[in-house]
């Protein structure tokens, strides 16, 4: 007989893995692409890869928009952020830590891509994260930023979806359509 508590703590692990699996994949599907997508540039490229940030108000009102700034004055090919959008304990899981996310992968000039990390849903549970049911985040979470078949960022392309059905009016459409004042999204 298995104990209730470890079948739970299996199957989020199980989920875990599989969501990190299928959002990797995502991930260098969409580089793929991104590579294959500009031909005329024999001289290399760069790309970035950003993650556990903002821990701290600092980072998150100094820190991240100034490296933002650095990426876009780079030029990048485009950029992955790995995971964790907040620290582990004592910040908030509510909607709007996925929108302001959002929000700074479409100020990136070139496509943007993202894997979802431990302390963007997993943690959320935590009473000092809001006590949310985890699943429900994470389900949330998928809608925001992977429920439509397009990169984040100005340049956004189109990506391979690992999951039906993808090419809904996701958060990332709702948010494109809000900074163009409504209509047509942009891709």
Known sequence: MTHPTLDRHAARLRTL???TLAATLLALTCATMALAHDD????GYSIGLWGDLPYSPVQSSVGLP???ADMNAAKLRFSVHDGDLKQGSGSLCDDNLYYQALSWFESLDAPAMFTP???DWTDCDRAKNGG???LERLDHEREVFFSDAWS???AAFPCTCRRSPCAS???AARYRASRTG???PVV
């Open 132 to 134: 949310f049911n985890s």
């Open 40 to 43: 005329d540039d024999d001289d």
């Open 152 to 154: 984040s960022g100005v």
């Open 169 to 171: 009016v996701s958060g």
């Open 66 to 68: 100034n490296l933002i």
């Open 182 to 184: 409504g209509g047509t």
């Open 17 to 19: 893995c599989t969501s």
């Open 117 to 119: 990390g431990d302390n």
